[in-house]
Each structure stands twice: as C-alpha cells, then as structure tokens.
C-alpha cells in the first residue's frame, strides 16, 4: 500500500471530490497488487475499492471478524491540521472487495498515524490494534490508542510456533489450515509468521481467524529452514492457544487468563 504525497496534504478534500466524481485525483494513489501465481501480479486497487487519497504512513493487517480474510489498517495524515484526514480501517469482504469501517468503527481519529500493531493483547482470542500517534516532526505528539476488540462469535485458533533448525520465533514459517464449514464444504486459510507491514511489528504467534466452522480438520507448517521441514496435525481443537515445537511431535495446548 502506498499513497503518501506530501505536497498535497492541503488538497486531501480536493482528491476525494475528484475520485468521487470519477476523475484522476492529483494526489499518488493508493496500489494494491494481487499474485497471479505465475510470478506476476495485477493491480487491483481500483476493483478492491482502495482507489482514494489515503496518504497512507504506516499500514498493517490482521483479522479483526475471524472471518478467515485479513483486513487491514491504515495510518494516515499530516502534522498539519489544516488537513484532516482520519486514520483508516478497511474490513475484507471474503476476498473479492475491501469495506470501509473506519466511523463504523471508532477508527477516524485525525492524529497522524504511524506504528499499527495487530495483537490478542486480553487473549480472548480475537484482534486489538495499538496504534503510535505522531511522528519525526517537532511538535508533532499525541497520546498513543489501544482499539480493543468487543469480539464476534466465529472460531479461531492461536499458533505459537518455536523452531529449532528454523529460527527460534519461526519468522517466514508459512501455515496451512484446512476446516469443515458449517455446510460441510472443506476451506483452506493461509498466514506466513511475520510481524506484518510498515513502522509497526505485530505479533509473532498467529491468532487466525477460521470463520463458522465445524472443525478443523489439519495444520501443515513449512519450516523455514534448509530441511525443508513439514509438519502436520488433524483435527487440532478450535477456539485454543496451542505451541508448536519444530523438534516435536506433538502440541501444547495452553491455559491463558484473560
């Protein structure tokens, strides 16, 4: 995601006026590049729905619904007050398209944002957001905002993964989860064990959002490493925190307080 243009910060109404009307806005615009899978990409912002004056600073992801599609959320802004332009929250529709929930929300603060982190800081088992307001600029300083999340009813599971031949906080593990819905369909989730996007680092155990489900039928783990290291599991338990060992067979379910 970029999209931050700093000669036109004074001009933010001005752009959303021209994309409103469906002329070019003046500003950078925003780029969302979907993998074709064959080693190309395609831009794709206009047809997600992201085709506005962002002036994105820091930008990272997570699931905020559990719904197994990441969502995303957008730091945004100047120093300058004579711009307002309010931080940014936009909610996966099932992978075709991306809704904008920043009122819905509570997200609009005008702050400048910078640093977003997406984390179960109460283990609950659903996503909060910390967000660093303010930046390099002198003077330009506010009070820092935790979003927490009052939660949802679909299902999810919480992977702290430790390598041992991979690096010890497995970074770049990438994850497989396959589930029986609540119609008896089978549907995969994917998530790759990073601390996410720009100027913010969330955190390293994987809280996966797995949607209406019956149950999950298997976890499969490539290691990052040179073994080329797979483990798999059935039928781990939804709704659970559970570590996962590289040099180990099995799993540890764990018991968090709220």
Wanted: aromatic share 10%; proline share 2%.
């Amino acid at each position: 995601m970029s999209g931050y243009t700093l000669d036109r910060m004074d001009r933010a109404a001005e752009d959303e006026a021209r994309v409103l009307l469906g002329k070019k806005m003046m500003a950078e615009a925003p780029r969302l590049y979907k993998n074709n899978g064959d080693n190309s990409f395609t831009e794709v912002s206009k047809a997600y729905g992201i085709y506005r004056p962002l002036y994105t600073m820091g930008c990272n992801y997570g699931d905020l619904d559990n719904d197994g599609f990441l969502d995303f959320y957008l730091g945004t802004g100047t120093p300058n007050l004579n711009a307002i332009i309010p931080n940014r929250m936009y909610r996966n529709i099932e992978g075709k398209s991306f809704e904008d929930v920043t009122f819905q929300g509570g997200f609009g603060h005008i702050q400048k944002g910078h640093g977003i982190a997406f984390f179960d800081y109460d283990n609950d088992g659903d996503q909060d957001i910390y967000e660093v307001l303010g930046g390099a600029v002198s003077g330009d300083t506010f009070q820092n905002i935790l979003f927490e999340n009052r939660g949802n009813t679909n299902a999810w599971i919480t992977l702290r993964l430790v390598g041992k031949t991979a690096n010890r906080s497995a970074i770049g593990a990438r994850i497989k989860i396959t589930v029986k819905d609540i119609n008896g369909g089978e549907r995969s989730i994917y998530t790759t064990v990073s601390s996410g996007g720009s100027f913010g680092a969330s955190s390293l155990q994987q809280e996966i959002g797995l949607g209406e489900i019956q149950e999950i039928k298997e976890v499969k783990i490539w290691w990052p490493d040179d073994t080329n290291t797979v483990s798999t599991f059935q039928e781990l338990r939804h709704n659970s925190f559970v570590t996962i060992h590289q040099d180990k067979n099995g799993i540890t379910y764990e018991t968090r307080n709220q």
